[in-house]
C-alpha cells in the first residue's frame, strides 16, 4: 500500500511563501493525477490544485496566479508552491492521488502576523 507523507507546512507572515510536498512511498503520480486540498473547521475540504498525468493543471480561483503545483516523478513527490500568502489560506493541506483513495495526514499552514 502505497504511502503519503506531507511536509512544508507551518506559520507564514502575509505575504509570504511556503512550499508544501507530498512524498509517496511508490511510484504513483506518474500514473495518476494528484491534488492539493484544504479544510478548515466547520467546512467541506476543497479542490485548491490540480495536475493531470499529462502535466495539465487547474487551479481554484481564489488561489489563481499565486500558487503553484508541480511533481517530480523521479522523486515520487507532489509540490505546491504557495506565494503571497493571505489569512485566508490558513487551513489543513492535505495531498491526494486520484482515483485511489489515497491522501496525504495533512499539513497545517497559518498565515498570521
Known amino acids: 500500500q502505497v504511502q503519503l507523507v506531507e511536509s512544508g507546512g507551518g506559520l507564514v507572515q502575509p505575504g509570504g511563501s511556503l512550499t508544501l510536498s507530498c512524498a509517496a512511498s511508490g511510484s504513483i503520480f506518474n500514473l495518476y493525477a494528484g491534488g492539493w486540498y484544504r479544510q478548515t473547521p466547520g467546512k467541506q475540504r476543497e479542490l485548491v490544485a490540480f495536475?493531470?498525468?499529462?502535466?495539465?493543471?487547474n487551479y481554484a480561483d481564489s488561489v489563481k496566479g499565486r500558487f503553484t503545483i508541480s511533481r517530480d516523478n523521479a522523486r515520487n513527490t507532489l509540490y505546491l508552491q504557495m506565494n503571497s500568502l493571505k489569512p485566508e489560506d490558513t487551513a489543513v493541506y492535505y495531498c491526494?492521488?486520484?482515483?485511489?483513495?489515497?491522501w496525504g495526514q495533512g499539513t497545517q499552514v497559518t498565515v498570521s502576523s
Open positions: 491526494n492521488v486520484d482515483r485511489t483513495g489515497l
Open positions: 495536475i493531470s498525468r499529462g502535466g495539465s493543471t
